[in-house]
């Protein structure tokens, strides 16, 4: 259980173009989705977080017009990368967090992630 | 949410115990240590979390020092697929701090045949 996917798991785009990469939490529901950022051989920098319904909360640096973010339903978030530059290539983590009543509730759940090339 | 200190790499030999340690010497009395790993172009994977007794599944154990400054993760007998990079990562578990996490540098361990 507890299964978090992506898609598309890769992209290759050309400068300018708006990509999109959905992530649905599979077999539970998820009030609350993170996204993730991460260069080659660096670590997971958090970018923002969703909640179902409402507008994300962004971090420190990342610029909300540039990466849009939806999360409509209780499995489903979105992040639009709008006017896509090769500095954005990189790979991007999708995490949701379950709101199971027992066990590991309100844990945090990852995607196998979607890597972004631009060109 | 608390700062950990890792060691950036370490190698281990295959079927023996993997000990990765972790310092947090800043943690805070409600701050669980929680590990994930995060094998090569995959998303990160749980392992396990503890708040100050030690703790077992069947992927690991944490051991937590009594004063909780420092933890040490345990792969008893380590594989080729555990090869993977492992965050330790110190958070507060309630609603109110929104849950991040907040991913440090990492140790790449390297298991070796």
């Known amino acids: 259980g507890a299964v978090v996917s992506q898609h598309p798991s890769w992209v290759i785009c050309k400068s300018g173009t708006s990509v999109k990469i959905e992530c649905r939490s599979l077999?539970?529901?998820?009030?609350?989705m993170f996204w993730y950022r991460q260069f080659p051989k660096q670590s997971l920098m958090l970018m923002a977080t969703s909640n179902e319904g409402s507008k994300a909360t962004y971090e420190q640096g990342v610029e909300k017009d540039k990466f849009l973010i939806n999360h409509a339903s209780l499995t489903l978030s979105t992040l639009t990368v709008t006017s896509a530059h090769p500095e954005d290539s990189s790979f991007y983590i999708c995490?949701?967090?379950?709101?199971?009543?027992?066990?590991?509730?309100?844990?945090?759940?990852f995607g196998p992630g979607t890597r972004l090339t631009v060109l | 949410d608390a700062k950990t200190t890792q060691p950036p790499s370490m190698d281990c030999a295959e079927g023996r115990a993997a000990n990765l340690p972790c310092n947090h010497s800043?943690?805070?009395?409600?701050?669980?240590v929680y590990w994930y790993r995060q094998i090569h172009s995959q998303g990160p994977q749980y392992i396990i979390h503890?708040?100050?007794n030690n703790e077992t599944n069947e992927m690991a154990s944490l051991i937590i020092t009594e004063d909780r400054k420092s933890s040490t993760l345990i792969l008893p007998h380590a594989t080729l697929r555990d090869t993977a990079v492992y965050y330790c990562?110190?958070?507060?578990?309630?609603?109110?701090?929104?849950?991040?996490?907040?991913f440090g540098g990492g140790t790449r361990v390297l298991v070796k045949p």
């Open positions: 995490s949701a967090r379950a709101i199971f009543t027992s066990g590991r509730a309100n844990e945090q759940f």
């Open positions: 077999d539970f529901q998820a009030t609350t």
């Open positions: 800043t943690i805070s009395g409600n701050e669980y």
């Open positions: 990562i110190v958070r507060v578990q309630n609603k109110a701090a929104g849950n991040k996490l907040t």
């Open positions: 503890g708040l100050k």
